[in-house]
């Protein structure tokens, strides 16, 4: 009989989700100059849009950056499977909210939308930079 594989030994990086606080500062104080002007240039459904779309972007980094440090706090090999099952689930919600407001609406879906890309943008380099 063969002995079981030895598991690798547990890596002792630390699951840190210190970048939220600057995250989150970063993105209130770039929402708090955008959402103005995009209210001056498009009106009220711009701005709506501007806040809307940094709201999500910051709630998705936070749910992300939490339930991997959860999963990975538990077991490495979690982490993967986490971000990923986490990335979809994100994805599914994104699409039916944006699926589900109307394309004549008050809310501006295109500010929304260009929003959402330059806060996943600054929410990646507040990452990166950390």
């Known amino acids: 009989m063969t002995a ?5 030994p547990r890596s ?3 699951w840190d989700i210190s970048f ?3 995250g989150l500062l970063v993105t209130a104080a770039a929402t708090a100059v955008a959402a103005p002007v995009a209210g001056l240039v498009g009106g009220w459904g711009s701005a709506v849009g501007v ?3 940094a709201a999500t972007v910051a709630a998705f980094f ?9 999963a990975g706090r538990i077991d490495d090999a979690f982490a ?8 979809l689930v994100k994805a599914l919600v994104l699409f ?3 699926g589900a407001i109307p394309e004549d609406g008050w809310l501006d879906r295109l500010t929304l939308a ?3 890309i330059a806060a996943a943008l600054l929410w990646s380099a507040v990452q990166a930079r950390w």
Request: aromatic content about 8%.
């Open 96 to 98: 039916a909210v944006l």
């Open 114 to 116: 260009w929003t959402v």
């Open 80 to 87: 993967l499977p986490a971000a990923l099952g986490t990335f």
């Open 4 to 8: 079981p594989a030895a598991r690798p």
């Open 51 to 53: 806040l809307a779309g």
């Open 62 to 70: 936070c749910v992300s950056a939490v339930v991997i440090a959860w």
């Open 20 to 22: 939220l606080r600057p």
């Open 12 to 14: 002792d990086a630390p």
